[in-house]
């Protein structure tokens, strides 16, 4: 495991490295001093030398860089090294790859003849003096509702891209981070649509590089699936050339689809505002495809999402114009979520998400997570239960004052969860760390919930 500590001056970066090793015992871990090294990162106009550090009686090795995370860190401080190592590896990668990218061009030029840009009329509410008008005209990018999961997807057409000579490549980058500019803040979804890039239109791989670079950690973060729709030889090679620049963690949310059939699993595609050369493409490649039997889906009895509201009402006993489950989530919010800063912001957990349609889909009572953890803290013992009371009461004055003491609710998690709960007879493992913190958070957020009934335990429910 590597661990990766940073401080601003020598002393206290000694400070931070003992404790680091005091605290890696208490849960039965043991640092290796002989396998830590220090980097000393000098200020601008400062002089770089050795600092002297250490950790009980061995002093530290001092080194002049290392990799952490598939990053070079170096002494000087200076990231252009990196991004140059990177582009060189990727620049012999691309050699390596001439032929078959050749092999893809002639092919594309092929195609050429009977691809040409989709024109499109420009949307009704642009503004011929709108700084990007030339660009946004054109509907290369759009923003094409949620997809399954609530996340925002952002389209990007390569078909209505015209002729390179006749788009500004560097403006249309801009509007690129425009448009995604409103959207970053929360999980959001990109689907682009190869079909239609052709030699034509095609942008230079310095163009591709520049782009990349462009588009920071504000960007990348909370995108939580890049969908490439009809991918060729050409892209997934173009990818192979960028693979020493592409983290590994962003190259997992690169999701190839070969047909519109393949991205209808993760958002509806009749609600997107697809090309409809793409989609003329796309029964092309089906034709071609050898048919597959219908899938036959059973509807459940307490079938709740995915049918007619009409359906829905006829097969309800109570004949409800309002579906059952907008009604207690809307409930449950008028309750609980008002106050919640940045409600709707984020979308849900997928795997809860999927817990909660089944349930209703079989009318399984859907547990109100308070209810469930109160039913948890009712098994304590009495001592337990009031002390447990007591000091999360205490916590919760701590956090209202969090504007001064910068102790938030998650703060005060990450410090009392494994002080609160423990294996018996072990040590607790990494992996348990964050499920104890997150439902030590739960209890702060919860406390008038779980504690509601009554300070008296026998009286819970």
Not at 17 to 28: H, Y
Not at 144 to 150: S, T
């Given at each position: 495991m590597q661990t990766f500590l940073t401080e601003e001056n020598r002393d206290?970066?000694?400070?931070?490295?003992?404790?680091?090793?005091?605290?890696?015992?208490?849960?039965?871990?043991?640092?290796?001093l002989k396998k830590t090294e220090v980097v000393h990162q000098p200020a601008p106009q400062e002089e770089n030398h050795v600092l002297h550090i250490t950790v009980g009686e061995p002093e530290l090795k001092t080194i002049h860089q290392f990799i952490y995370l598939g990053c070079t860190i170096s002494s000087d401080a200076k990231t252009n090294k990196v991004v140059d190592n990177r582009l060189t590896k990727a620049n012999s990668a691309f050699g390596r790859l001439y032929k078959s990218l050749e092999q893809q061009a002639s092919e594309e030029r092929h195609k050429d003849k009977e691809c040409s840009p989709e024109v499109v009329d420009p949307p009704p509410n642009l503004k011929w003096d709108d700084p990007f008008y030339d660009i946004a005209?054109?509907?290369?990018?759009?923003?094409?509702?949620?997809?399954?999961?609530?996340?925002?997807?952002i389209v990007f057409s390569a078909c209505r891209m015209p002729p390179s000579h006749q788009l500004d490549h560097t403006k249309l980058l801009q509007y690129l981070k425009h448009t995604l500019d409103k959207y970053v803040e929360s999980d959001y979804s990109v689907v682009y649509f190869h079909y239609g890039l052709t030699s034509q239109n095609k942008p230079s791989f310095t163009w591709l590089i520049e782009a990349y670079k462009e588009f920071d950690r504000k960007y990348k973060k909370n995108i939580k699936a890049l969908y490439i729709v009809h991918p060729t030889r050409f892209i997934k090679a173009l990818l192979i050339v960028f693979k020493p620049i592409i983290s590994m963690k962003f190259g997992r949310k690169i999701l190839y689809m070969n047909h519109l059939g393949e991205l209808e699993q993760f958002l509806k595609c009749e609600r997107m505002v697809i090309p409809a050369c793409v989609k003329k493409f796309d029964d092309t490649i089906r034709a071609a495809q050898k048919p597959l039997p219908p899938v036959q889906t059973k509807q459940l009895p307490h079938q709740q999402f995915g049918i007619n509201l009409s359906v829905l009402r006829s097969k309800d006993p109570e004949k409800r114009t309002i579906p059952l489950v907008m009604e207690q989530t809307i409930a449950y919010i008028k309750m609980h979520g008002l106050n919640k800063e940045g409600i709707f912001r984020r979308s849900a957990n997928v795997c809860l998400v999927k817990e909660v349609l089944d349930k209703y889909n079989n009318e399984v009572p859907v547990t109100k997570q308070a209810e469930t953890m109160a039913r948890m803290i009712q098994t304590l013992p009495e001592d337990n239960y009031i002390l447990l009371q007591y000091l999360l009461s205490f916590l919760l004055l701590v956090a209202d004052n969090s504007e001064l003491n910068k102790m938030t609710l998650s703060n005060l998690a990450l410090v009392f969860g494994p002080t609160l709960m423990w294996a018996e007879n072990a040590a607790i493992s990494l992996s348990a760390i964050n499920p104890i913190n997150h439902f030590a958070q739960l209890l702060l957020e919860k406390y008038n919930e779980i504690f509601s009934a009554t300070c008296d335990k026998t009286l819970l429910p």
């Open positions: 206290g970066l000694e400070g931070i490295t003992s404790c680091f090793v005091k605290a890696a015992k208490l849960f039965g871990l043991e640092v290796s005209r054109r509907q290369i990018v759009e923003v094409a509702g949620d997809d399954n999961y609530g996340r925002k997807v």
